[in-house]
């Protein structure tokens, strides 16, 4: 499921978040993915031990932990803490693929299901920077307002076009959701917006109330720990 999620920061949070990054020391992006990303990945990045990785990656997992539709589209298990990465003079990341298994702060295995990009940059600061998406359905491009965000697969086959003009900064993270498959995510998320619309619209209480049951039902049969 590619799905655009607005408002995960409002406009005081991303000055907030760009005065900080703004002034940070990057290092080279190729130093956390593998030989073969490598070969592609052109950009810079907040180091992974860096305090102001941590301190700002706490305002992102807070904004997102008050976001229902976030919520609802991810069902998240587990969270790779937010990293942060600019882009610009050229900086671009060829077509890849996010590693399946990531290593969690605390030692534990996060399995990546859902990849998820929060823009910290609005469309209009930067030339260039598409996050494009390859799925069945052909390729998706996504340039968003800051403090909005993009989830998809992580399996899915994606690029960032080159930065021709500005900066493009960018919050990134992988979650671990309770359900693995996909089209069983989706059918879960389309299941609830009908419920909050029936419910908005004073539909019926009972067939509400079944409805509810439906979905609880599948996610207790679907979900995994």
């Given amino acids: 499921m590619l799905l655009h999620i607005?408002?995960?920061l409002d406009s005081a949070q991303v000055a907030q978040l760009r005065r900080a990054l703004d002034a940070a020391n990057w290092t080279d992006g190729r130093e956390t993915v593998g030989a073969q990303g490598a070969q592609v990945k052109r950009n810079r990045q907040l180091p992974d031990a860096s305090p102001l990785r941590e301190e700002l990656g706490r305002v992102v997992?807070?904004?997102?932990a008050k976001h229902p539709l976030y919520h609802a589209a991810t069902l998240p298990l587990r969270t790779l803490p937010p990293r942060f990465n600019r882009y610009e003079g050229g900086g671009e990341y060829g077509m890849h693929v996010d590693g399946s298994v990531m290593a969690l702060p605390n030692g534990?295995?996060?399995?990546?299901?859902?990849s998820c990009t929060l823009f910290l940059s609005d469309p209009d600061d930067y030339d260039g920077g598409e996050l494009i998406v390859s799925d069945t359905y052909g390729e998706h491009?996504?340039?968003?307002?800051?403090?909005d965000a993009i989830i998809y697969p992580s399996s899915s086959v994606h690029?960032?076009?080159?930065?021709?003009r500005g900066a493009r900064v960018a919050a990134f993270f992988w979650v671990q959701s309770l359900v693995r498959d996909d089209g069983r995510r989706r059918l879960l998320f389309d299941l609830d917006a009908s419920i909050q619309r029936l419910r908005?619209?004073?539909a019926d209480g009972d067939a509400v109330l079944q409805l509810t049951g439906i979905y609880h039902n599948l996610l207790r049969q679907w979900a995994e720990s």
């Fill in 200 to 202: 908005a619209t004073g």
């Fill in 108 to 114: 534990e295995q996060l399995r990546s299901d859902i």
């Fill in 159 to 164: 690029r960032v076009q080159p930065v021709t």
């Fill in 6 to 8: 607005p408002d995960i």
């Fill in 61 to 64: 997992l807070a904004a997102l």
């Fill in 141 to 147: 491009e996504v340039k968003l307002p800051a403090g």
